[in-house]
């Protein structure tokens, strides 16, 4: 069973970045993506962004598009979030996770890594 650890979360300023990290513990040469998800106090976990592991090929929420960039490193195992201009609304806990097959759901998840964005 793999597990993802992420990493890079913190408290900044709005406006200003971070990268966040999540590295898996097995190969993920035949997974299908990784995802990051993100869950604010009081409300339900949402979809951020997705890489397609074998392509690169990525999709966002409308809200990070533009802002947010998902990439992977597969000589690694990992795959990161790097956030830029950052708001208040984007204060959350974040997580990775995996998706084994297209199509099904993401089947594995991180513990998570707080994102505080505060003046």
């Known amino acids: 069973q793999v597990q993802l650890v992420e990493s890079g979360g913190g408290l900044v300023q709005p406006g200003a970045s971070l990268r966040l990290s999540c590295a898996a513990s097995?190969?993920?040469?035949?997974?299908?993506?990784m995802g990051w998800f993100r869950q604010a106090p009081g409300k339900e976990r949402e979809f951020v962004a997705q890489?397609?592991?074998?392509?690169?090929?990525?999709r966002y929420t409308d809200s990070v598009r533009g802002r947010f960039t998902i990439s992977r490193d597969r000589s690694k195992n990992a795959v990161y979030l790097q956030m830029n201009n950052l708001k208040s609304e984007d204060t959350a806990v974040y997580y990775c996770?995996?998706?084994?097959?297209?199509?099904?759901?993401?089947?594995?998840w991180g513990q998570g890594t707080q994102v505080t964005v505060s003046s």
């Open positions: 996770a995996k998706k084994q097959i297209a199509g099904n759901e993401f089947d594995a």
């Open positions: 890489v397609v592991w074998s392509s690169g090929s990525t």
């Open positions: 097995l190969d993920m040469f035949n997974i299908y993506s």
